[in-house]
């Protein structure tokens, strides 16, 4: 049985990805909460995450990562040593995990929100206690939920940065366009529909050529697009995009000490 402690909006995406076939329970403080994902996922919950931990082979712990020692602690007297715990807390080390909940048997997962609608992106690491058998359940999990990747540990502050942090940088320049397109005369409604769907057709055909070839494609020498690129240039829009990849994976690797600590 799948266990999920949280089932928050990351929790809700894995359901629904897993779909009803799957043998899951949900443990949540809020009843509201509960209430909903019973009604509409027919999914058995609990407020008892101990009761949860006992009956689950695989527990996915979905909580904020500030909560995660209160867990630990409440499932201290647990032997978890024979289940698979797995971590999707931004920022929390499987070393820390180990720690604190005293198994071998953990993997560390960094999805994103593009998972609510099942494109995630989801980046795994697991510790060396894993087995292949353990490995495939889990990547079956996250595969429900969009593509999946696995990447060893000290990766994880520049993941967190690129797809973990990425759909709010892309929403930036979403709404940048927007306001852009506003102000050359469009209206809101219009200017956003060609906004997304721009975007929307982009990403499908970057899935099969590189974004260099995109450019080419729609650049004519002398024309409209060359004129928008050649600002890009001179303000050096590449460079002030690494910088905040850089912002953001370092500030994953500050979180990370603070929570191991
Ligand atoms: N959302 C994302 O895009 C994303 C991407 C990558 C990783 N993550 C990671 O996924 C985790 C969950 O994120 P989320 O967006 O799903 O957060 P969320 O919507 O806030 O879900 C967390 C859930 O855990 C519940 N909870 C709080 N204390 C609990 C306890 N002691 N025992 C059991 N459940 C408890 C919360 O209930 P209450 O609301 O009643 O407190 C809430 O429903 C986080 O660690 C985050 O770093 C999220």
């Known amino acids: 049985m799948i266990g999920f402690i949280g089932g928050g909006n990351m929790a809700e995406a894995l359901i629904k990805g897993i779909g009803r076939a799957g043998d899951i329970m949900i443990s949540e403080p809020s009843e509201q909460r509960r209430l909903h994902i019973e ?22 712990i979905a909580v904020k990562p500030q909560i995660i020692s209160t867990i630990a602690e409440e499932l201290s007297g647990m032997d978890l040593s024979k289940k698979t715990l797995v971590s999707i807390a931004a920022g929390v080390s499987i070393s820390y995990l180990k720690h604190a909940f005293r ?8 999805p994103n929100t593009p998972a609510l609608v099942l494109k995630g992106m989801s980046v795994i690491s ?35 940065a690129v797809s973990g942090s990425g759909p709010a940088f892309i929403s930036f320049f979403a709404e940048a366009m927007i306001k852009g397109g506003m102000a050359l005369g469009l209206d809101e409604e219009t200017v956003t529909l060609l906004t997304i769907q721009t975007l929307n057709g982009t990403s499908e055909l970057l899935a099969s050529r590189s974004p260099a070839a995109l450019i080419k494609m729609v650049s004519s020498p002398g024309g409209t697009t060359v004129a928008g690129l050649q600002v890009m240039q001179e303000r050096d829009a590449a460079g002030l995009v690494a910088d905040v990849l850089r912002a953001a994976a370092s500030r994953s690797a500050e979180l990370n000490i603070k929570i191991s600590e």
């Open 126 to 160: 697991a510790a060396d206690g894993i087995s292949p058998e353990q490995m495939d359940k889990i990547a079956g999990i996250f595969a429900s939920i969009g593509k999946i990747h696995f990447l060893p540990e000290r990766h994880m502050d520049a993941v967190t």
């Open 39 to 60: 009604k509409t996922y027919a999914v058995n919950t609990t407020n008892d995450n101990k009761a949860l931990a006992a009956a689950a082979d695989i527990i996915i």
């Open 103 to 110: 198994t071998d048997n953990v993997v560390r997962v960094m």
